[in-house]
């Protein structure tokens, strides 16, 4: 069995450290089942004890301390509350849930008959042949970067390439060569638009 460390003595005395309580203690230990140990390990096990029973006392004292704030914190509250209800004025009593239901539905009501009423003057105000530009445009895609831009832009907006329109082109000649190692060399010609 390897020799105990020598553990320091507390520093603060209570009533458990006095020499009736160390003798209480002692036989505390005894009655544990400690007679068969050395008395260097009764000894190890009476400072146990005592810094246990310290420990608890001051466990005790923190939580009556802790009690004792808890309470604090509970009156600083209700007196907190009880000003604000003196210093917040009166309101209104608040109207009952139905009528505030109630009063909301006629409002959606009335602003759905005015968005109609609204829509149906944009109505009558444009023309039947009218559309809007774009609608029917579609975006482009680059020639160079395949990006799909939007139909307004005149140059691509990831490589600046300028829109191709076909149609404003002059007809374009497109030669194209096959050559295969069986066939004579020949060119093909098409016309796109």
Not at 89 to 110: G, S
Request: net charge negative; proline share 5%.
């Amino acid at each position: 069995m390897e020799p105990l460390a020598e553990e320091p003595a507390p520093t603060t005395r209570s009533t458990a450290s006095t020499a009736a309580g160390r003798e209480e203690l002692e036989r505390m230990v005894v009655a544990m089942g400690a007679e068969d140990l050395s008395p260097e390990m009764r000894e190890h096990l009476v400072r146990q004890l005592e810094r246990r029973l310290l420990l608890e006392t001051e466990l005790h004292k923190e939580r009556t301390k802790l009690q004792l704030m808890q309470k604090e914190v509970a009156e600083m509250e209700r007196d907190l509350q009880r000003r604000t209800a003196q210093a917040r004025p009166r309101a209104p009593p608040a109207l009952p849930v139905m009528e505030k239901v109630q009063r909301l539905r006629t409002e959606i009501q009335t602003l759905q008959e005015e968005c109609t009423r609204m829509a149906n003057e944009v109505d009558a105000k444009t023309p039947q042949n009218h559309t809007e530009e774009g609608i029917n445009e579609r975006g482009w895609t680059c020639q160079t970067c395949t990006f799909h831009n939007h139909y307004l832009l005149e140059a691509c907006e990831t490589c600046d390439v300028p829109r191709m329109r076909l149609g404003q082109a002059a007809t374009q000649d497109i030669h194209i060569r096959v050559t295969h190692h069986n066939f004579t060399r020949r060119s093909l010609h098409g016309w796109v638009d």
